[in-house]
């Protein structure tokens, strides 16, 4: 009989809980594994990340790391101070990060120089952008990783193109999909539409966190232009990123936001009520990457307000369309929504809820 195998698994800010919580649900069919689960900080708000927790059905974590918010250079660094205590204790066959935020790149040096197995989740995605953070930490986890597993064909090949073993890469589907699907019945219980007075298909979503679109005064300054044009015809609901608020307020927008009634700032929001609010959308406006995917699934109108993707298959399969930060572009493409005007949509390979499954029968097999 084979000694079980020790996991350490890696959250560290909000998007990684959506693809932690089913690979944590899958351990549980398999007594062969045992799973850590650390909480590195990186984002913390402790209302929303006990929010999250319960909603997802996510264990508690055995270790938080608590680094809090810094620059990368300082939160990269202080992560791997308080993450490598934790490998050395433990002794774990393999860690496993998900994403690419900075607590993937900073445990995943920890683990390799240390000689232990690593393993990422969602590898393989490129936007061609290295001015993006995130682009930095894909490239350089999916590098130093010994097993990838992919979220759709542009993973395998961008892994392929940059001279990745083959017999190391996995298609495996999509497991911020899992979790969507097995929550979206329960989300349908949420109350949000009536909180806010909103029709179905009859109102916009934004979400705004990229530095690129938040940090730039003119770049920012189009983008709520386009909001008013949007927000004269339909309400728009805007759950606003701490960061995006504070630039608001830097760069006098809310002089610009009094004079749009039916733009609603509100706070950030749990899994569910956003689930609800973004299913039942006429479109949804967003520069996060994680969204263009929820929004392919849910066949729900997105506009993407980058210049780039490294999720091309939510355009080529899905309903997301790249309209930059142009006003013009996004309001063009907006009015071409509303008149029915927009391409059909299909769901990816392998975005069927059973990705964790398989990454869990994988590991178990090459671990």
């Known amino acids: 009989m084979r000694k079980k195998l020790k996991i350490i698994n890696i959250v560290g800010a909000r998007p990684n809980f959506m693809k932690i919580a089913p690979i944590m649900r899958a351990y549980m069919h398999h007594r062969d594994i045992e799973p850590v689960l650390v909480h590195t900080g990186q984002h913390y708000d402790e209302k929303m990340s006990d929010l999250f927790f319960k909603e997802l059905e996510i264990p508690q974590p055995d270790i938080n790391l608590e680094v809090g918010s810094a620059s990368h250079a300082v939160q990269t660094a202080e992560i791997m101070k308080a993450f490598e205590p934790v490998v050395l204790e433990h002794k774990p066959d393999a860690v496993l990060v998900v994403g690419d935020v900075n ?3 900073a445990c995943g040096l920890v683990t390799v120089k240390l000689g232990i197995k690593l393993v990422h989740v969602e590898a393989g995605l490129r936007s061609g952008d290295r001015t993006m953070p995130e682009e930095i930490n894909r490239i350089l986890t999916d590098s130093i990783s010994d097993l990838l597993f992919c979220t759709e064909q542009s993973g395998v090949d961008n892994l392929l193109k940059e001279g990745i073993a083959q017999d190391k890469i996995h298609f495996t589907g999509n497991v911020m999909i899992d979790t969507l699907l097995k929550n979206a019945k329960k989300a349908e219980d949420s109350n949000i539409l009536g909180r806010f007075n909103l029709e179905k298909k009859n109102y916009a979503v934004v979400t705004l966190h990229r530095p690129s679109n938040v940090d730039n005064p003119s770049i920012f300054s189009g983008i709520l232009e386009s909001l008013n044009v949007i927000q004269s015809d339909i309400p728009v609901i805007f759950p606003v990123h701490p960061r995006t608020r504070q630039n608001i307020k830097k760069f006098s927008g809310n002089n ?21 609010l973004m299913s039942n959308a006429r479109v949804v ?7 263009q995917e929820e929004t392919t699934i849910l066949k729900v109108p997105c506009l993407t307000l980058r210049e780039n993707t490294e999720r091309p298959v939510t355009t080529v399969l899905g309903s997301n369309c ?16 509303s008149a029915g005007d927009w391409h059909k949509s299909s769901i990816p390979p392998l975005w069927d809820g059973n990705a964790a499954e398989r990454i869990v029968k994988i590991l178990l097999d090459k671990l």
Do not use: C, Q, W
């Open 256 to 276: 610009l936001l009094e004079k749009m009634p039916d733009l609603h700032l509100i706070d950030p929001l749990g899994y569910l009520d956003f689930l609800k």
């Open 103 to 105: 607590s993937t790149i």
């Open 322 to 337: 790249i309209v930059g930060t142009n006003p013009d572009m996004i309001i063009g493409a907006y009015k071409r929504l």
């Open 285 to 291: 406006l967003t520069d996060s990457g994680g969204i």
